[in-house]
């Protein structure tokens, strides 16, 4: 469809043009030259006499034209096109991080720049609140990053065709602390991990040194769901690490004396390695100091490494550790319900059923397991009347929320890192054998760190909700790992969880470690505290304490 307008201009000389509607035009040389059209004129030469058809009569006469035809139309009548410099139309940023100014382009439909004046430009925003603009001028603006998440600018402007720059949001969606080692997932499912590289932990092809900034992961094995760490038990046995694929296959690494990589060897494994298994399709695993577990996504748990005090959930625990070495040994249901999480701990394991009642965790192995005293369990027992929604457990104790938001720990109290209470049954005089309710919380918890000797909880604002999540911290702190300001000289405990971590971030999910906490903030930045590593001297890894949440540095995307 091809339209030809005459569109006459009230110049000294008079004079008309001819638009045919293809951007073309041939003016009477009485005209004389044409300037620069700024998008100001844009409005003046757009506007036709009284007695010329309008764009609406033309639309009229049409008829059955399609409503396609008639977008096509006025757009062909318009000055011209917008477009982001260098013809951006992708873009990625960390949460919290901002861009260089990003300007627009104006240009006739020859391609000849036009000048945009300053309140031409309109921006959109959909969906709002994922990011911010600051600094804008007559040409552009700039961008930051305000919460993870994909949210798309457009740029417009009266009398051209608008465009539009589609902006990525990156920020943290999981982390894990353990000792002197951390990894993460962003929400695009890259692993980064960074600390001291025990034998291998940081899965980078090497087993010494460290990393004082995220380092990538597995990039072959992209994108990644989780991961879980588990440090050693004695000095000679060191950490592990093993993450799920969004394909539901595991790959793990690090020491594996126990054969708690599942590799079907005890080879130790310096990158990430797939476990010997292809039949399985996974969806959680957990490291502990000598046993992992998992979960498949049909709900069975498998596990391997060390199983002598019952760690593997079978009975009878098997006689030959070559039999440990592979997800070959299934724990059975209970009842025939389906098993939703597993987390291992030192020499216990703990999982939860999809039952949407009570009695929905169970734990076997040897150790403080909940159900009234010290006990060895080959198969699960279950762990008192509770309806748990989430379980996560440190060396010698363990913690759980209640569908109330209330947290329950158990285990060993020697730092008072559960709550301040006698001893149970046959277990030490510093131990609690039965999940017991943390007092002084603030709100509801949300989720859980449970380290060697101290526990940290996220928990939601009060009912105004005018507050943001905060976290709450108890046991020790001789590393700063508590997070509020402080680090005692002497060997001082918190045992309720009173006070807070030092800071104004809304918190979403927080990691203990051993001697250091992470957290991820709902916005999905990255904070540690305690001891950090910050460098190496002479081949010895240096470390720096931090009482309060410090931003971890993003590596670039």
């Not at 470390?543 to 309060?548: D, L, N, P, S």
Request: overall charge negative.
């Amino acid at each position: 469809m091809r339209i030809v307008l005459l569109i006459c201009f009230a110049l000294a000389l008079g004079g008309c043009a001819l638009f045919d509607g293809m951007g073309d035009s041939d003016a009477s040389a009485d005209a004389g030259p044409t300037d620069a059209v700024t998008a100001g004129d844009a409005e003046d030469a757009d506007t036709a006499p009284a007695d010329t058809a309008s764009e609406d009569s033309i639309s009229e006469d049409a008829g059955d034209s399609s409503d396609a035809e008639d977008t096509a139309d006025a757009v062909d009548e318009s000055l011209g096109e917008l477009a982001f410099s260098a013809g951006l139309e992708q873009m990625a940023l960390w949460v919290g991080e901002s861009s260089s100014l990003l300007n627009v382009e104006a240009r006739d439909w020859d391609g000849e720049l036009l000048t945009l004046q300053p309140g031409d430009l309109r921006w959109r925003v959909e969906p709002e609140a994922l990011i911010a603009l600051s600094d804008c001028t007559a040409q552009g603006c700039r961008i930051t990053a305000v919460r993870s998440g994909v949210t798309t600018l457009y740029a417009e402007a009266d009398g051209f065709r608008g465009t539009s720059l589609e902006i990525e949001g990156v920020g943290w969606q999981m982390v894990e602390a353990d000792e002197r080692v951390t990894c993460a997932i962003n929400t695009r499912g890259t692993l980064y991990c960074w600390g001291v590289n025990t034998l291998g932990i940081l899965g980078n092809g090497t087993q010494t040194g460290g990393e004082v900034l995220p380092q990538r992961v597995g990039q072959a094995h992209e994108p990644w769901r989780t991961v879980s760490l588990g440090s050693g038990f004695t000095n000679e046995v060191y950490g592990a690490a093993c993450a799920v694929s969004v394909g539901g296959e595991i790959y793990c690494w690090g020491d594996n004396t126990t054969g708690r990589l599942g590799i079907g060897t005890t080879d130790s494994q310096f990158e990430p390695t797939h476990i010997a298994s292809d039949s399985h399709e996974w969806a959680q695993v957990s490291v502990g100091s000598a046993t992992t577990c998992a979960v498949t996504t049909s709900h069975e748990i498998y596990c391997w490494g060390r199983g002598s005090a019952g760690e593997l959930g079978t009975d009878p625990i098997p006689t030959e550790f070559t039999e440990n070495l592979a997800p070959n040994l299934a724990v059975a249901q209970i009842d025939g319900v389906p098993w939703s999480d597993v987390h291992v701990s030192y020499s216990s394991v703990y999982a939860r059923t999809t039952a949407p009642a009570n009695a929905n965790l169970f734990a076997w192995g040897y150790s403080y397991l909940g159900a009234g005293s010290m006990e060895l369990a080959n198969t699960p027992i279950e762990i008192g009347n509770y309806h748990f929604v989430q379980v996560d457990a440190g060396r010698n104790h363990r913690c759980a929320i209640g569908g109330s938001g209330k947290v329950y720990c158990w285990g060993s109290n020697r730092q008072f890192r559960v709550i301040n209470e006698p001893g149970c049954g046959n277990a030490p005089e510093y131990s609690i054998c039965t999940p017991t309710e943390v007092p002084e919380l603030t709100g509801a918890a949300i989720d859980l760190g449970v380290g060697p000797t101290h526990t940290c909880a996220v928990v939601a604002p009060d009912e105004s909700g005018s507050a943001p999540h905060r976290i709450q911290c108890w046991g020790l702190n001789e590393y700063g790992q508590l997070g509020n300001g402080e680090r005692p000289i002497e060997l001082v405990v918190t045992y309720a969880a009173e006070g807070g971590v030092e800071s104004e971030e809304d918190w979403s999910s927080v990691s203990a470690g051993v001697r250091h906490t992470c957290a991820i903030t709902q916005a999905g930045k990255l904070f540690c505290w305690g001891e950090l590593l910050t460098g190496f001297d002479n081949g010895q890894p240096s470390f720096q304490v931090k009482t309060q949440p410090t931003q971890v540095a993003n590596p670039r995307l």
